[in-house]
C-alpha cells in the first residue's frame, strides 16, 4: 500500500522538475564601444568563441543571441587595448537585464559578466 502512494509523489516530483528545465533566450551585448575590441563568449554548446570586433562609433553594438535551459552557464568577457575607449557588458534572459559590467579608459582590463541562467 505505502508504494502506491509513493508512486504518485514520484510521478508528480519528476513532471515539476521537467518544467524548470524549460528554455530560454540568452542575449549578449557589448555597447558603447569605440575601438577594437577582443569577445570571448561562450555559446550554446559550451564553447569558447573569440571574436575581435572593430567599433567604429559609440553607436554600434554587438549581439549574440541564442536558447539554453535554466541552470546552464553564460558566460561573455570583453578587453579593448585604445586608452580613450570604454565598453559596456550585458547579459538578458527573456529580454531582462540579468548582469552587466562596464569599464572607461582602462585599457587591457578583461571585463568578465558570467553566471547560471536562474530558475
Partial sequence: MKKLIYLPLIFVVLVSCEKERQEVKVKYEISN???????????????????TIDFESIEDVWN???????????????????TTSSVNVRILVDG????????????????????????
Avoid: W
Avoid at 549574440?64 to 585604445?82: A, K, L, P, Q, W
Avoid at 531582462?96 to 579608459?105: E, V
Fill in 33 to 51: 564601444a569605440y575601438s577594437q575590441t577582443e569577445i570571448n563568449y561562450r555559446n550554446s554548446e559550451g564553447n569558447i568563441i573569440i571574436e
Fill in 96 to 119: 531582462k537585464i540579468y548582469k552587466q559590467g562596464s569599464s572607461n579608459n582602462e585599457p587591457n582590463k578583461y571585463i568578465t559578466v558570467s553566471g547560471t541562467i536562474p530558475y
Fill in 64 to 82: 549574440f543571441s541564442y536558447s539554453d535551459n535554466r541552470g546552464e552557464i553564460v558566460y561573455i568577457s570583453t578587453r579593448y587595448t585604445d
